[in-house]
């Protein structure tokens, strides 16, 4: 059985371990993705960060064996004069290729999209990689919808 519950500091090597296999998946698809020297090190320091934050959380899939996905998303406030001061983002996603197809994915934004609403939140954002037609179906199936394009251009 699959539980979804808020990261500890203790899963801090267990989710950078699926924060790796993430960046692997995605350095297929473009070569942005290619970690630097001492990537590993500048995620486990980001996954720690996004643990111990009062603005950020870390939902994780745990089997009660081992963690099967994450997502880490956040609180941030838009300083610009816009109706909405504040959103949610989803920063990163993934579950584990042993455990998909189980709907694990859903109930991690499932519980995200809970977190913001407690937080009075009334907008969630994230960025998914072009062509990666399964991300923007799953997301498009949750009910998000395109808002803006970005480009990018190698120089």
Known sequence: MITIRKARLRDVDEV?????????????????????????????????????????????????????????????RIEDPYL???RGSVYDIFVHPDFRRQGIATMMVKEALKWFK???LRRVELIVLKNNEYGEGFWRALGFRDFLERLVMRI
């Open 84 to 86: 909405f001061r504040k």
């Open 16 to 76: 950078t371990e699926l924060l790796v296999e993430m960046y692997k998946h995605h350095e297929k698809r473009d070569y942005f993705f290619r970690p630097r020297k001492g990537a590993r090190r500048a995620w486990k320091k980001y996954v720690e960060h996004s643990i111990r934050s009062r603005k950020c959380r870390v939902f994780v899939a745990d089997t009660g064996e081992k963690l099967a996905g994450f997502v880490i998303c956040e609180i941030e």
């Open 118 to 120: 407690h937080e009075r």
